[in-house]
């Protein structure tokens, strides 16, 4: 199995509040509710907190360094207060150093709470959407921005809806093949530099950074605009990795695998992705390998193992002819041979 250790993860240690505010949760419309007071304050964990118990006085177990979400539950009970219970109950929790309160479907909060919020360096920020939309995208949003990432010298391609990364040494040719594919109908993600982004336990997100996406190096070209060039279908922002390939040089002194009935794996970020050597050279196809590869991966996902069937049909064969009586057997008549007499 190959192994990327050499490749250190990146996990941010914190965000700032400001970060709330970024284009991909303008779904949710978050707006700043007492002005630029604790933006810039620390978010460390990736996990919400509803902040229930803490507000009835039991702050024991409160988790305050989470981003804190004020729904109809929190801001209900508050109603249910006389306004002093109210104040010394929102300020029990204020006390601690809480980065952000986020106040869903349009809530308010009293005007001393805001005050004392904004003394104490809290930001306050509030959408009008329901809470459990709210917590969705912030959810996916910190999960995101605190996932481990690493960065890969490869080009990105989707293949038939299949993720292939190609490594291999620089020069040899991992632009061109990515090209040759783009101009066969499927789609770049990244070339050159490739930012690969655990999501989940098993699932591994590849995409490129945010100046040289969809632009391309060709050695002796320069560089071109895939999407200025082959539209927008030709291009796409992240994809799945499912498989990588590493492309060489051949060498008739290495093995390379002839069945493929014992499929190689690689480690990446912790997660097994299917790993295939291509070793090329001159006059060989790779982009219509690199096509067969995709399908050979979707064949086994849909159930069906080409190498698998055929080990199958041969055991078969060879356990029919072994029960033939003694000297009429003859290799020749196996079908993986054919039966030309010439």
């Known amino acids: 199995m190959r192994n990327f250790s050499h490749l250190k993860p990146i996990v941010p240690d914190s965000i700032p509040v ?22 810039n304050n620390s978010i460390t964990d990736p996990h919400l907190h509803r902040p229930q118990l803490a507000l009835a006085g039991y702050v024991e177990l409160f988790t305050f360094h989470r981003v804190q979400v004020f729904g109809n539950t929190e801001i209900y009970y508050l109603r249910t207060l006389e306004p002093q219970e109210r104040v010394r109950a929102f300020e029990r929790i204020a006390e601690f150093a809480i980065p952000v309160i986020i106040l869903t479907n349009s809530h308010e909060l009293d005007a001393e709470m805001i005050a004392f919020a904004t003394a104490r360096g809290i930001a306050v920020l509030r959408t009008a959407e329901e809470t459990t ?93 895939v999407r200025h060039m082959f539209g927008v279908r030709a291009v796409r922002y992240q994809k799945r990795l499912e498989i990588i390939v590493e492309v060489e040089e051949w060498d008739s002194t290495q093995e390379y695998t002839r069945t493929g009935l014992d499929m190689e794996f690689a480690t990446i970020l912790g997660v097994e992705i299917m790993f295939v050597r291509l070793p090329i050279f001159p006059g060989k196809n790779v982009t219509v390998i690199a096509e067969v590869i995709a399908l050979h991966y979707l064949s086994r996902m849909y159930g069906y193992d080409a190498s698998q069937a055929f080990a199958q049909r041969l055991d078969a064969e060879i356990k029919r002819k072994s029960q033939q009586p003694p000297g009429t057997q003859n290799l020749r008549n196996l079908p993986m041979f054919g039966n030309d007499t010439e």
């Open 133 to 225: 939309m709210v917590m969705h995208y912030l959810s996916e949003f910190l999960a995101n921005q605190f996932a481990p990432q690493v960065t890969v010298h490869a080009s990105f391609v989707d293949v038939y809806g299949v993720g292939i990364m190609f490594l291999g040494r620089s020069g040899i040719g991992k632009s061109e093949i990515a090209l040759d594919l783009v101009e066969r109908g499927h789609r770049l993600v990244a070339d050159d530099v490739v930012i690969l982004t655990r999501k989940r336990e098993d699932i591994i997100i590849g995409t490129g950074t945010s100046i040289a996406q969809h632009f391309m190096e060709i050695r002796g070209l320069g560089l071109i605009d």
């Open 18 to 39: 400001r970060s709330l505010l970024n284009k991909d949760l303008r779904p949710i419309g978050l707006e700043q509710v007492n002005a630029e007071v604790g933006l």
